[in-house]
């Protein structure tokens, strides 16, 4: 099983994917945004950072990578595809997901442990989750208000397209505490909460049982590798 | 050398945290009058020799698909200025 990690320039967390993807069990790709390749991988992980210092609106110039055009084209063909935090923005400005990503409505980047509801798992990134899981990985940033109109709202919430939700304080004004969503075919997923910096015990979020021993964001890395070894 | 101004706005149904925050400060210097401010951006566009309808379809395009996101901004005009005259030409 070989998962794709592209790498844009301003990427940060591409390394810190990678080794969640190593952890969970499968080989990590690197991918480079200015190639039209994508090697052959069986999955994709558009990871965070702030590609182009997010000018213009952050990931819209970089969903003009010339490798988006394979990416497109692999999502849309059924590839599991997660977009994470600038990754998401991504995927929302290549219209590969619905609604958009927008300065937080407090105007300050936030960086915390952030506990999320699961509630889709049956897409390709979170099917290794029990129904409604509670789990808690790091969020930072400081675009990360989901806003849509009435209609796409709706639209995702009535058809099971919200995957995570924040829970407790709302971090950043997201529109029904929205903190991740899918597709309709649920291959494609992003969320602006980082799943691989909660993957390796002594390196995650602090937990009940010991101090950052939290590593809930591991699943929805296996869950990628359930999905395509059930195909 | 003529110039294409685009200018794009924030959609008004949805937040603008950066009007907000300037709307606030405002306030906090002691304006009772000005109750909203939206922060949009403004793209001037050098050309290389005359702007035909060619290039205005062009850059119209480029509004809608990489300067602006339709799911939270509005492109709200595209114009022409042309510098012997210094006057601007509708062209949206």
Not at chain 1, 11 to 35: C, F, I, K, T, Y
Not at chain 1, 43 to 66: E, K, N, T
Not at chain 1, 216 to 226: E, K, M, Q
Not at chain 2, 16 to 35: W, Y
């Amino acid at each position: 099983m070989r998962i794709g990690v592209i790498t844009f320039p301003g990427s940060l967390d591409d390394r810190d994917a990678q080794r969640a993807v190593r952890l969970a069990g499968a080989e990590p790709v690197a991918l480079w945004h200015g190639d039209h390749d994508l090697h052959g991988v069986d999955a994709l992980v558009l990871p965070g950072g702030f590609s182009y210092g997010d000018y213009l609106r952050c990931g819209a110039i970089a969903a003009h990578s010339p490798i988006m055009a394979e990416v497109i084209d692999a999502a849309n063909s059924g590839m599991p595809v997660l977009g994470i935090c600038n990754g998401f923005q991504m995927l929302a400005e290549a219209h590969l997901l619905a609604g958009g990503l927008i300065r937080n409505d407090h105007g300050n980047f936030i960086c915390r442990d952030q506990g999320l509801r699961v509630e889709n798992t049956s897409t390709a990134w979170t099917n290794d989750f029990a129904a409604n899981a509670e789990i808690t990985i790091p969020l930072k940033n400081g675009e990360g208000g989901f806003i849509a109109d009435a209609d796409t709202i709706n639209r995702l919430e009535g058809e099971g397209q919200v995957v995570f939700r924040y829970l407790g304080v709302n971090p950043n004004g997201s529109i029904n505490d929205i903190a991740g969503v899918t597709n309709e075919r649920g291959n494609v997923v992003g969320l602006m909460p980082h799943p691989e910096h909660a993957v390796e015990e002594g390196f995650g979020p602090d937990t009940a049982a010991a101090m950052r021993s939290g590593v809930d964001g591991l699943s929805i890395f296996t869950s990628a590798i359930r999905a395509l070894a059930s195909v | 050398m003529p110039t294409i101004v685009v200018e794009v706005m924030p959609k008004a149904v949805l937040l603008d945290p950066q009007g907000k925050a300037v709307t606030g400060a405002l306030h906090r210097l002691g304006n009772t009058t000005i109750s909203e401010v939206r922060i949009g951006k403004r793209f001037e566009l050098t050309v290389e020799g005359p702007v035909d309808e060619t290039l205005l379809a062009e850059v119209r395009a480029y509004a809608d698909d990489m300067f602006s996101n339709s799911v939270i901004e509005d492109v709200v005009s595209i114009t022409v200025l042309d510098p012997s005259t210094s006057s601007g030409t509708e062209a949206a």
